[in-house]
């Protein structure tokens, strides 16, 4: 693995302190390969979608963000890679376009690793040069065993400090996580604070409904100084309203968290009938939140125009693949 992941090996052959014996049985039995781009869309702001292509032929999506600009302290921040988990996804969030596509099928943790080697070959960073953010297509905590695999494979190059797990509220995933020794940061997609909208924007609610949710969110093993995150895409008439931030700021304050608000990225194609709230409205939700005593980020994905942002990665053109699972209705 390290002669991989450090060394990026591109073969068994160069794997010269291993017998020449293990080196032919590892060559019969496996192969070496990494992620074939596909297509690479850079937007202006730095950030850049990368589409892969898997043996098999499904596609998924990886985000490069650059690291932000220099803090006056003059330290310098790490790259963000955003990998996906799943080609698709089953869970079925009305706001995003992931979800339209359908489970798809789980990544191995060879294809999920493999985005980040790209990835880091392709921008030119190293090992201790980059976040990762398990926040592409895909709910990671349904793929719980790759993901897992994943993280051990990815500690050789970024702490499990650096690295995040984004679920939309997995609750079995959840409590499974928190046994691993080296736990990544987490974040869970709330969005709102109540179960009647809630599950009409997640369907997963139905399942795992908010309560057992921040049980399992207090019971999350928090080592001094780290909190949860959570992420509240912000749609238009829908649950961006002062009594729906009020709301969500009593809940969120029951375990050491804050709070990103992402302003629903539209697509008339995908999610029809949603969008974004104005500006004003979205300020007005974080104050109401900043003054319930919430630390909170807006996260404008506004360089994101070519479709990289958060939730609109959809693996465009997956022959076969594309279902266009309708999305659940969230104004009936
Ligand atoms: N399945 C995981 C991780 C992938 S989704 C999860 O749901 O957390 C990554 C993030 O993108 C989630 O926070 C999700 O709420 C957000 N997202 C999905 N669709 C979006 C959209 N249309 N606009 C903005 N953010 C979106
Ligand atoms: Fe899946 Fe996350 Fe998209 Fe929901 S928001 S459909 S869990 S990828």
Redesign the pocket.
């Known amino acids: 693995m390290r002669w991989m992941t450090e060394r990026r090996a591109a073969g068994f052959d160069a794997m010269t302190d291993l017998p020449s014996g293990v080196r032919a049985a590892l060559e019969e039995r496996f192969t070496i390969g990494l992620p074939e781009v596909e297509a690479r869309t850079p937007s202006e702001d730095g950030a850049e979608k990368f589409l892969f292509r898997l043996a098999d032929g499904a596609k998924v999506e990886a985000v490069y963000i650059p690291a932000p600009r220099h803090r006056a302290s003059g330290s310098s921040e790490r790259v963000t890679v955003c990998v996906s988990s799943q080609a698709g ?1 089953a ?1 079925n ?1 009305a ?4 979800g339209r596509l359908g489970a798809g099928r789980n990544l191995t943790a060879g294809e999920i690793l493999g985005q980040y080697l790209v990835v880091a070959r392709e921008k030119g960073f190293g090992p201790r040069e980059a976040n990762v953010v ?3 297509m ?3 905590l349904l793929n719980l065993a790759q993901v897992s695999r994943t993280l051990d494979l990815l500690e050789a190059e970024v702490s499990p400090r650096r690295t995040t797990v ?3 509220g997995v609750v079995p995933g959840i409590r499974e996580l928190a046994r691993r020794d080296h736990r990544p940061n987490l ?1 869970v ?1 709330l ?1 709102a604070a109540g179960n009647a909208l809630r599950t009409k924007l997640m369907p997963i609610n139905a399942q795992w409904p908010v309560e057992e949710l921040f049980a399992a969110l207090e019971e999350w093993p928090l080592e001094p100084g780290r909190r949860i995150t959570f ?1 509240v ?1 912000l749609i238009a008439g829908v649950n961006d309203s002062p009594a729906e931030a009020r709301a969500l700021a009593r809940l969120v304050k029951r375990v050491p968290s804050k709070v990103n608000l ?1 302003p ?2 539209e ?1 008339a194609e995908w ?1 029809p009938g949603l969008s974004r709230p104005s500006r004003e409205s979205v300020d007005a939700f974080g104050s109401h939140l900043a003054s319930s005593g919430v630390d909170v980020t807006v996260r404008w ?1 506004k360089g994101l125009g070519a479709a990289a ?4 990665l959809k693996g465009r053109e997956t022959p076969g693949r594309l279902l266009r699972v309708p999305p659940p209705s969230v104004r009936s």
Not at 95 to 98: G, L, W
Not at 309 to 312: K, L, T, V
């Open positions: 996804c869970v969030c706001f995003c376009v992931t398990f926040m592409g895909g709910e990671p984004s679920t939309a974040a997609s969005t992420e895409v992402i629903l990225n697509s999610l994905s942002a958060c939730g609109q």
